[in-house]
């Protein structure tokens, strides 16, 4: 798997290095296995890539039709996702698949057991995915739904 942050680093002259991670196309998810497949290799690139003391990682998803949506997993059983407002089109879609009210800002916090149905969900949407680290994720904002 190759992946992309969003901003690039630069060398010790100061150019810009080439980036980090870099965006693989999307390849649409059809089943609940495509689905956990994925979640393996995810998890895999994950512990390869990313150091002991790195914080905010995860992946954005880049939609096709516009806006990302950070997508992380966090200790406590929850799925954290940081819906770009670009990509506010995508919430009913969200509230959907994980049944609950869309949260008055862009940080949705869903149940774990939620993953599966909404990558599968928001699978023909996307056009890439891209590891990150450094993402916010909206720490000290997260409200359980």
Same mark, same amino acid.
Do not use: C
């Given at each position: 798997?190759?992946?992309?942050?969003?901003?690039?680093?630069?060398?010790?002259?100061?150019?810009?290095?080439?980036?980090?991670?870099?965006?693989?196309?999307?390849?649409?998810?059809?089943?609940?296995?495509?689905?956990?497949?994925?979640?393996?290799?995810?998890?895999?690139?994950?512990?390869?890539?990313?150091?002991?003391?790195?914080?905010?990682?995860?992946?954005?998803?880049?939609?096709?039709?516009?806006?990302?949506?950070?997508?992380?997993?966090?200790?406590?059983?929850?799925?954290?996702?940081? $819906?770009?407002?670009?990509?506010?089109? $995508?919430?009913?879609?969200? $509230?959907?698949?994980?049944?609950?009210?869309?949260?008055?800002?862009?940080?949705?916090?869903?149940?774990?057991?939620?993953?599966?149905?909404?990558?599968?969900?928001?699978?023909?949407?996307?056009?890439?995915?891209?590891? #990150? #680290?450094?993402?916010?994720?909206?720490?000290?904002?997260?409200?359980?739904?």
């Amino acid at each position: 798997m190759q992946h992309i942050t969003e901003q690039d680093s630069t060398d010790d002259d100061g150019s810009a290095a080439r980036p980090r991670f870099r965006p693989v196309p999307w390849t649409a998810l059809e089943s609940p296995a495509d689905a956990e497949l994925w979640v393996e290799e995810h998890n895999l690139a994950l512990k390869e890539h990313v150091g002991p003391n790195e914080t905010g990682y995860g992946v954005r998803f880049t939609l096709a039709e516009g806006g990302d949506i950070y997508m992380q997993t966090s200790a406590d059983g929850a799925i954290v996702l940081d $819906v770009t407002a670009d990509a506010a089109w $995508v919430a009913p879609l969200i $509230v959907a698949v994980a049944q609950v009210e869309a949260p008055p800002g862009s940080l949705w916090v869903l149940a774990d057991d939620k993953l599966i149905q909404l990558l599968i969900g928001l699978s023909s949407l996307i056009a890439a995915s891209t590891l #990150v #680290v450094g993402h916010p994720f909206g720490r000290g904002q997260r409200r359980h739904y």
